[in-house]
T-cell receptor, first 113, second 110 residues
Framework: DVKVTQSSRYLVKRTGEKVFLECVQD?????MFWYRQDPGLGLRLIYF???????EKGDIPEGYSVSREKKERFSLILESASTNQTSMYLC????????????FGPGTRLTVT | EDKVVQSPLSLVVHEGDTVTLNCSYE??????LLWYKQEKKAPTFLFML????IEKKSGRLSSILDKKELFSILNITATQTGDSAIYLC??????????FGQGTTLQVKP
């Protein structure tokens, strides 16, 4: 069974803290993605990765960085959390070639106070 | 710029009603259009459409793509309370990234 897991379902952090969100997939997918989801705005792509150690900026990369040291793991880092980064964060993965759908993790609801 | 627009943004119906959700798009190089259903947590995949005019069907849900008029619809017949969810439309272009619409929030009342 296809599985994407995220390290936390709920997270509360203070302004200025460094935050790590972890995502792991067990499907040997080449592609991995980080989105944030806000009401009325849908899912917006933050960063994605086509391979180990490779990363590409999405539509809203400001204030975020990522790390992909292993194929199955993709981490999202908030260097200095701010209140406008309070959101639902969704990780996804897919095969690289073909019209494959993306599989999503359960999401992490991050609140920055 | 590639864009996906869903309508309506929200919808309230009663059990047994039929609903039609719309997704229109602009894209430089079309690869596929995907529909997802999102309840409390992870979006789950419903359909992928690549060819115009071919209906995809799964139980009470069906979807069709019109590549000439650049839109897709998702139909749900005989709605049930379990159909209450956010329905997301996403476009895949040449880059392999998905571009999502805002989503349609559907509430089905008993």
């Amino acid at each position: 069974d296809v599985k994407v897991t995220q390290s936390s379902r709920y997270l509360v952090k203070r302004t200025g803290e460094k935050v790590f969100l972890e995502c792991v997939q067990d499907m040997d997918h080449e592609n991995m993605f980080w989105y944030r989801q806000d009401p009325g705005l849908g899912l917006r792509l933050i960063y994605f990765s086509y391979d180990v150690k490779m990363k590409e900026k999405g539509d809203i990369p400001e204030g975020y960085s990522v790390s992909r040291e292993k194929k199955e793991r993709f981490s999202l880092i908030l260097e200095s959390a701010s209140t406008n980064q309070t959101s639902m964060y969704l990780c996804a993965s897919s095969h690289r070639q073909g019209a494959y759908e993306q599989y999503f993790g359960p999401g992490t609801r991050l609140t920055v106070t | 710029e590639d864009k996906v627009v869903q309508s309506p943004l929200s919808l309230v119906v009663h059990e047994g009603d039929t609903v039609t959700l719309n997704c229109s798009y602009e894209v430089t190089n079309f690869r596929s259009l995907l529909w997802y259903k999102q309840e409390k947590k992870a979006p789950t995949f419903l359909f992928m459409l690549t060819s115009s005019g071919i209906e995809k069907k799964s139980g009470r849900l069906s979807s069709i793509l019109d590549k000439k008029e650049l839109f897709s619809i998702l139909n749900i017949t005989a709605t049930q309370t379990g159909d209450s969810a956010i329905y997301l439309c996403a476009l895949k272009g040449n880059t392999g990234k998905l571009i999502f619409g805002q989503g349609t929030t559907l509430q089905v009342k008993p």
